[in-house]
């Protein structure tokens, strides 16, 4: 299949869910949808050719604009295709994507505890990489992240 | 409650996170029923120094200093990848001289990384001897490599935009040198871990993981190929100069331990003969090109396939001299979470070798408590349970 026809699929088989779509390069294809659209789509996209799930970014679009973004990024070959869910910054929720990828556990455990978000059913919202004794409430990888304090927690 | 936890024969196990083996610290929890390991949970971050947080407030050109620094030993993989990215953003096109010296280094770097690989493998199974032969070898690639850049480590090749080091005539003669001596000592080490009995006892059959099994834990890199998921981001999305000179993949189906080591051993053996191609067809021509400080705005991906699996940068540029969002998936995350499924049912003797079986890019120093039905603790060192380890097979094999 050439990577033409399969974008073309992908975006067939997810017009249902996706808001908008972006074709940022050739290879890629980045779909905004809502919290409530994603596991079906990423359902759907497993089924597509067997995309697996690389990796999960959070971004902090800034408490100006008052939103995160959630990116899951799947991939076959050289096509990879981005679910793009923004998120309310006060309250950021989404479903945990464990019952289709199992392996997306250590992802959203990293992404939850970096941004603050909650992965509604995830298995495990154990810490992964923040210290065991981090300051609640503080999500490191926010961009208004108040890190003084934190730091010296070590050097007690 | 106290009293179910003593009748029962189930005991923690925790292990880490200081390691002396490996790199960067991890810690694991293994629930073990008698010799069997039932469940079991990873925890890491000790090596964490918030490097995605770093680079928010350095310039692009600063943080191809930090980013090369992720990894002692896969250092030039991450420059490769974030260069990638951004010249990507920048919509630059690295003069195709410079692809060729990056990719040249990209697999010296495998080379390396798979016989340090195969040293601590070697180690864990008691094979000591494997061990110093393969460290020994090694030392012929870090002299290549310093010759090349002058570091043994972190060889700092890539600027944004091109590499800093030419491949002159004489390190092409020295490089030839070093891969035939390397070549003739891998194939004997195929011979040794596909032929030797003790060894094969530590191996074999050991932590197997089917081609459905590696598809749902969404391993990668040699772990997955091992399994004979055909994955490698070398073939699959063509970087630099892979899209040009395709090099060969290797499979293996058995997906136990013996195949681990037998897919890395043959990746080596490839990786000396997609060096001698790049050398013949290695191009004439200038080095870098210019990049601007500012990166166009946008938002890029760069995937490459780094010796423990697929690298994933993700990168977003706001148009600034400072990246607004770097992130990376690197291997060893997507290759840890199955070591705790895989070690399920295996003996507890195993589990240094089954966690080294995936090349894990962290350290930690195997430590690890007894707990008696009496409730007392004994605590095991790395060094202990390696030990024992050894101990077990020969208990077994007499």
Not at chain 1, 126 to 145: H, I, Q
Not at chain 2, 39 to 50: C, D, E, M, P
Not at chain 2, 90 to 110: D, M, Y
Not at chain 2, 334 to 339: F, G, H, K, L, Y
Request: proline residues 5%; charged residues 25%; aromatic residues 8%.
């Amino acid at each position: 299949m050439t990577n033409d026809i399969l974008l073309k699929l992908v975006q067939e088989q997810l017009t249902d869910y996706v808001m908008e779509w972006v074709i940022p390069e050739p290879n890629r294809l980045d779909g905004s949808l809502s919290s409530e659209q994603l596991l079906t789509a990423a359902t759907q996209l497993k089924n597509v050719d067997g995309f697996y799930l690389v990796a999960i970014t959070g971004i902090d679009d800034g408490a100006e604009n008052n939103t995160l973004e959630i990116l899951y990024h799947f991939c076959i070959k050289v096509m990879i295709v981005t679910l793009r869910v923004t998120l309310d910054r006060n309250q950021p929720t989404v479903p945990s994507l464990c019952t289709i990828f199992p392996y997306a556990s250590p992802y959203e455990r990293e992404t939850g505890e970096m941004f603050g978000i909650t992965f509604t059913s995830t298995p495990d919202t154990s810490r992964l990489f923040l210290p065991d004794d981090w300051t609640e409430g503080v999500y490191p990888l926010r961009k208004d992240a108040q890190l003084e304090g934190v730091n010296d927690v070590h050097d007690k | 409650m106290m009293s179910t936890i003593n009748k029962s024969r189930r005991f923690t196990v925790p292990i880490g996170p200081q390691h002396p083996a490996l790199k960067e610290p991890g810690h694991f929890e293994f629930v073990v029923d008698g010799e069997i390991v039932q469940s079991a949970s990873v925890r890491l971050g000790y090596g964490h120094r918030g490097i995605e947080k770093a680079v928010e407030s350095r310039s692009w050109i600063q943080n191809l200093y930090l980013l090369e620094r992720i990894c002692g030993i896969c250092s030039h993989i991450h420059a490769t990848a974030y260069c990638i990215g951004v010249e990507q953003l920048a919509g630059v096109t690295v003069p195709i001289r410079a692809q060729v010296i990056r990719t040249i280094v990209a697999e010296l770097e495998r080379i390396h990384s798979h016989l340090l690989w195969l040293g601590v493998a070697a180690h864990e199974a008691g094979f000591d001897t494997l061990f110093m032969y393969s460290w020994r070898d090694r030392e012929t690639i870090m002299d290549i490599l310093e010759t090349l850049t002058g570091n043994r480590v972190n060889y700092s090749v890539n600027i944004l935009g091109g590499v800093k080091y030419d491949l002159l005539p004489e390190h092409n003669e020295a490089i030839r040198m070093g891969l035939d001596f390397l070549e003739e000592r891998t194939v004997h080490y195929v011979d040794v871990v596909t032929n030797d009995s003790l060894f094969l006892r530590r191996t074999q059959n050991i932590a197997v993981m089917s081609y459905e099994q590696a598809l749902i834990a969404g391993v990668t890199g040699p772990t997955t190929r091992a399994s004979g998921v055909k994955r490698d981001i070398r073939l699959d999305a063509p970087y630099l100069a892979y899209a040009n000179y395709p090099i060969k993949l290797m499979i293996e189906t058995h997906g136990d331990l013996e195949a681990r080591f037998v897919v890395r051993l043959r990746e080596l053996l490839e990786s000396y003969q997609y060096i001698r191609t790049l050398l013949d067809v290695l191009p004439e021509g200038e080095l870098k090109t210019r990049i601007p400080r500012r990166i166009k705005a946008g938002e890029t991906i760069s995937r490459v396939e780094a010796p423990r699996g697929e690298l994933f940068y993700f990168i977003k540029s706001n148009g600034t001299d400072i990246p607004d969002r770097i992130h990376i998936r690197t291997p060893t995350l997507a290759n840890i979470a199955s070591v705790t499924h895989l070690v399920i049912g295996q003996h507890l003797a195993d589990v240094p070798m089954v966690l080294i079986g995936i090349d894990p890019c962290f350290s930690c120093n195997d430590r690890m408590t007894v707990v008696d039905n009496e409730g007392s603790c004994d605590v095991w060192d790395g060094e202990k349970l390696r030990q024992y380890g050894i101990e077990y097979y020969q208990k077994r094999s007499t």
